[in-house]
């Protein structure tokens, strides 16, 4: 049981370049999301996903695509990297409704953008 | 935006009983208040969460004022290892609105 594994953990990218940022779970849980933490600041929901098939935008959506075929699966994409999309990345995952263990997070992906 | 208030910072000896504030005057009835905790650049780690009874685990209590309008955490025995960003979060858990804000948290720093 691996809980939630995000690939790769470090990335430096150039402006315009695109990537996905994977994020895998074994836990078979159906609530997924993206957040994005800057330096000294708290974490902001990019995109959630409440099952297969279905994905809504959190907080700051622009500029990242997502896509759930899977139960396991949650892939977030850049477009075209922006130098503001340098942040930490970390994926969580959830069973819907109050799980007493909530959420559990990756162990984060660090993406630099030059 | 987040629907928590809480203090951005907060000292306590080690040793003692570490209690972090939260606010949530507009909580709604089908909302839970869920504590995460993020030690440096890791994750955030899963502390407690209730709905309207005080609640206690292996790591911490969990207060619910009886008009569920704030809660307070407590962790009994603070040590340095309980130095952390601490967020309070309120969350409807299950369905399409099922998705956690975080605030901007209270770092706690344990005195030795």
């Known amino acids: 049981n691996a809980g939630v594994t995000q690939t790769p953990k470090f990335q430096v990218l150039k402006t315009g370049q695109s990537m996905t940022l994977q994020c895998a779970q074994d836990m078979n849980h159906e609530y997924m999301s993206w957040y994005r933490q800057d330096p000294g600041m708290g974490l902001r929901l990019i995109h959630y996903s409440v099952g297969a098939g279905i994905t809504d935008q959190g907080e700051v959506p622009n500029g990242y695509n997502v896509s759930r075929s899977t139960t396991e699966d949650f892939p977030l994409r850049l477009l075209s990297a922006a130098p503001s999309q340098t942040s930490v990345y970390f994926c969580?995952?959830?069973?819907?409704?109050?799980?007493?263990?909530?959420?559990?997070f990756g162990s984060g992906t660090r993406l630099t953008v030059v | 935006d987040a629907k928590t208030t809480q203090p951005p910072s907060m000292d306590c000896a080690e040793g003692r009983a570490a209690n972090l504030p939260c606010n949530h005057s507009?909580?709604?009835?089908?909302?839970?208040v869920y504590w995460y905790r993020q030690i440096h650049s890791q994750g955030p780690q899963y502390i407690i969460h209730?709905?309207?009874n005080n609640e206690t685990n292996e790591m911490a209590s969990l207060i619910i004022t009886e008009d569920r309008k704030s809660s307070t955490l407590i962790l009994p025995h603070a040590t340095l290892r309980d130095t952390a960003v601490y967020y309070c979060?309120?969350?409807?858990?299950?369905?399409?609105?099922?998705?956690?804000?975080f605030g901007k948290g209270t770092r706690l720093h344990i005195l030795p």
């Open positions: 969580a995952s959830s069973e819907t409704g109050a799980h007493p263990y909530g959420y559990t």
């Open positions: 507009t909580i709604s009835g089908n909302e839970y």
């Open positions: 979060i309120v969350r409807v858990a299950g369905g399409r609105d099922d998705k956690i804000i």
């Open positions: 209730g709905l309207k």
